[in-house]
């Protein structure tokens, strides 16, 4: 799951110092940086921050709704084929880019995909992920002494219409799904993460929160977390 924010740094204090994530990596693009945080599970968050001149992708998020959820990440087998079923499915598919055998990528705009940006990735057999190849390996400042890791259950959405729900996250990214009240549970095979959407009448699609566990009562703002934007939520 990867978030938006103005600054990399701002994130330390909370997903190291409050649910001590692990320091994974990351580095400059031509458009932000990034840097990643791992989670027993296993479970990551992603934050990314602007780089380069106003305009770009992530100057205009922020500019438009302020810091938030931006994007969930799929590693799919294929990529050319998960987007020939998402064209079939009646997505459109923006910047396509299967250049580096380790980290091919593809995206759905929100406005068609429950309102999140969803990056499909591929990596050929025999490649290395390599997406940390672009990346300088020297993390953010991190707290001293961070506390047992949280673990990250996924996200949790909310739409009106389950079958758009269905089709999005089962019959295009092949979740496996389970229904409950109120609710579709989406996982998937060797992923310890899941999105689950709540099936509300005139909902908005929207991402609502990332949810989390941990055997210790964890201080979590009331709201959006003043900085990142997104509301982070213990489960039972």
């Not at 396509?96 to 050929?124: C, T």
């Not at 949790?156 to 799904?177: C, F, H, T």
């Not at 941990?214 to 977390?225: D, F, K, N, T, V």
């Amino acid at each position: 799951i990867a978030v938006g924010a103005q600054r990399i740094a701002d994130a330390t204090p909370f997903l190291v110092g409050e649910l001590g994530g692990v320091s994974g990596y990351g580095g400059p693009t031509a458009a932000y940086r990034f840097w990643h945080w791992d989670y027993p599970g296993p479970g990551r968050i992603e934050v990314l921050e602007p780089n380069g001149p106003d305009g770009g992708f992530l100057h205009r998020f922020l500019d438009r709704q302020g810091p938030g959820i931006h994007h969930v990440t799929f590693m799919v087998p294929s990529l050319r084929t998960t987007c020939d079923r998402a064209e079939s499915l009646d997505y459109s598919i923006l910047d396509y880019d299967d250049r580096n055998p380790r980290w091919q990528e593809a995206f759905l705009h929100p406005k068609q995909a429950m309102g999140i940006v969803v990056q499909m990735v591929a990596s050929e057999p025999g490649a290395d992920e390599g997406e940390g190849e672009r990346g300088v390996r020297a993390a953010p400042p991190q707290p001293a002494d961070p506390p047992p890791p949280v673990t990250v259950v996924g996200l949790r959405m909310r739409s009106a219409d389950p079958e758009r729900a269905v089709r999005q996250w089962s019959e295009l990214l092949k979740g496996e799904l389970d229904e409950g009240e109120g609710e579709l549970r989406f996982t998937w095979p060797g992923s310890g993460m899941r999105i689950a959407v709540t099936i509300e009448p005139d909902a908005r699609d929207a991402s609502e929160a990332i949810e989390l566990r941990a055997e210790r009562a964890l201080r979590l703002p009331e709201g959006p977390h003043p900085l990142l934007g997104a509301v982070f939520r213990q489960l039972p």
